[in-house]
């Protein structure tokens, strides 16, 4: 119990810490970050290969910078050739029904997901038999409650993926409040200080209604409890 506390705490402390920048005044005209925006498009453009990829070590985060800053993936095509744009890229990796290999973890399903709805993908149809959304999904352990995988970072980025796909994708789409629509704002802003903020709370929010539905259903359906007791002193 004490852990579970610990954890809670160090991630409020993290939000707090994120959150903080995001209260301090601009300092940068709206002309100066769209100039910034756009040299970082044109710098992330150059680093495309004639594939399609964008090699090196974290080239397909690459994905959510030049989504975040309004330029569609489909559209960065450094060949010029059909089917060579970063987009493609990413579905020809992601679409294999092996991917991403053998000793996989809940992680590796969720930035893909994330990046697959960041390069205009659905990921739960990346391809005929990939379905990244369910993947993400099988990883949750009953035994481990809250838990995506193995750590609280897996359950954070598995959060973040599974409310895309609900209400906070609903709002990023087209409402005008709530934490989805924030997230999208500051994405538009470049404030990624207030943007992380939002999905920490949103995995915090997650973690706690889970804790409470668990804790009402060993209540409500104390029978459960009871049967797995029986089972567990039977073994």
Not at 76 to 99: F, H, I, L, Q
Not at 121 to 143: C, F, G, H, M, W
Not at 155 to 180: H, M, P, Q, W, Y
Request: positive net charge.
């Amino acid at each position: 119990m004490r852990s579970k506390i610990a954890r809670l705490a160090l991630l409020a402390a993290t939000l707090v810490s994120l959150a903080l920048p995001a209260f301090a005044s601009a300092t940068a005209s709206p002309t100066e970050i769209s100039t910034a925006l756009g040299k970082g498009v044109t710098y992330l453009k150059g680093l495309q290969a004639e594939s399609g990829e964008i090699p090196g070590f974290g080239g397909d985060w690459s994905l959510t910078a030049l989504a975040a800053a309004n330029t569609a993936p489909a559209d960065v095509n450094k060949s010029g050739k059909a089917g060579k744009d970063a987009r493609s890229w990413y579905e020809g990796v992601v679409g294999v029904p092996t991917w991403p290999g053998e000793g996989a973890v809940a992680t590796d399903y969720e930035r893909g997901a994330l990046l697959a709805y960041a390069a205009g993908i659905d990921p739960a149809r990346v391809s005929k038999r990939q379905n990244l959304i369910a993947k993400v999904a099988s990883t949750y352990q009953p035994e481990k409650p809250g838990y995506y995988g193995s750590t609280l970072n897996g359950t954070v980025f598995g959060l973040l993926v599974l409310a895309l796909i609900g209400a906070v994708f609903a709002e990023l789409l087209s409402s005008r409040n709530g934490l989805g629509h924030v997230i999208a704002a500051s994405a538009s802003n470049f404030n990624v200080a207030m943007m992380f903020a939002c999905a920490i709370l949103l995995a915090l929010i997650g973690i706690g209604l889970t804790q409470i539905i668990r804790q009402a259903r060993r209540r409500l359906a104390f029978w459960e409890v009871r049967t797995d007791r029986t089972a567990s002193v039977i073994r």
